[in-house]
């Protein structure tokens, strides 16, 4: 990031700064992302409302950051297999992937059906 220069007319930061600090935001939001992805909702809601204030300042084409947020998200997966793969021994670090990799698993879980007919039995014959 570029040092600060400040504007002599109003001594506030000069736009080139603004902007660039805008744009480091937008990488480390979509870094987060990729690397938490189970997140609580009042977590995620604040991570939304940061985008949409940055929007305000620099258009934000969530089309790149869901992109960067894919290739970021292979990145991790990739050095998560290498690492297992090198040390032959499965442990935290795949545990670390599953946490990384996007769940499998419905967000909100069906409900079982278990089979709640009651059985009919015979009554046995008394001799």
């Known amino acids: 990031m570029p040092s600060i220069e400040v504007d ?7 736009e080139e700064y603004k902007v660039s600090a805008v744009q480091a935001s937008r ?4 870094e987060a992302l990729t690397l938490k992805q189970k997140w609580y909702p009042k977590i995620y809601n604040r991570v939304n409302n940061r985008f949409e204030m940055l929007s305000k300042f620099m258009s934000v084409n969530m089309d790149e950051i869901e992109a960067r947020i894919e290739h970021l998200q292979r990145q991790v997966n990739e050095e998560v297999a290498h690492n297992n793969s090198r040390s032959g021994v499965v442990g ?17 879980e069906e409900h079982r059906r278990y089979n709640t007919r009651k059985k009919q039995y015979q009554r046995k014959k008394r001799r």
């Open 8 to 14: 002599t007319v109003n001594g506030l930061p000069s």
């Open 92 to 108: 935290e670090s795949s545990r670390a992937s599953e946490d990384l990799a996007p769940s499998t698993h419905p967000s909100i």
């Open 27 to 30: 990488v480390m939001l979509a």
